[in-house]
Nanobody, 115 residues
Framework: QVQLVESGGGLVQAGGSLRLSCAAS????????QAWYRQPPGKQRELVAG???????NYADSVKGRFTISRDNAKNTVYLQMSSVKPEDTAVYYC?????????WGRGTQVTVSS
C-alpha cells in the first residue's frame, strides 16, 4: 500500500504562484511514476504533470511553461510549482503514484484562482 497526502492548496490571485506537495509513505519502493491530476468544477479529472522514476517529466499543454513537477527522493515528496496561475487552473488537485500496475491516489487539495 502507498499513502499519499497532498498539501499546499489555497486561494491565490491570477498571475500568482503556489507550490503543492505530495508526501508518500508506506511501500514506496518501485514506484514507477508519480503525477498530479486535477478536476475542475463540473469536469472530468485530467492529467497536469507526471514524473517517471528516472526523472523524465511530461506536462499537459495547458500548463507547459507555467508549472513544474519535481521530486525530493530523500523526503519521498513530489512537488508541483504553479506559476502565472489563471482562473481556469481552479480545481481540486490530486497526487497519484503508479506502483506495480496499481494506481494510488491522495484525497486532493483545493486550488482556487481569483481573477
Amino acid at each position: 500500500q502507498v499513502q499519499l497526502v497532498e498539501s499546499g492548496g489555497g486561494l491565490v490571485q491570477a498571475g500568482g504562484s503556489l507550490r503543492l506537495s505530495c508526501a508518500a509513505s508506506g511501500i514506496i519502493f518501485s514506484i514507477n511514476r508519480q503525477a498530479w491530476y486535477r478536476q475542475p468544477p463540473g469536469k472530468q479529472r485530467e492529467l497536469v504533470a507526471g514524473i517517471l522514476s528516472g526523472g523524465t517529466t511530461n506536462y499537459a499543454d495547458s500548463v507547459k511553461g507555467r508549472f513544474t513537477i519535481s521530486r525530493d527522493n530523500a523526503k519521498n515528496t513530489v512537488y508541483l510549482q504553479m506559476s502565472s496561475v489563471k482562473p481556469e487552473d481552479t480545481a481540486v488537485y490530486y497526487c497519484a503514484a503508479l506502483r506495480e500496475a496499481q494506481t494510488y491516489w491522495g484525497r486532493g487539495t483545493q486550488v482556487t484562482v481569483s481573477s
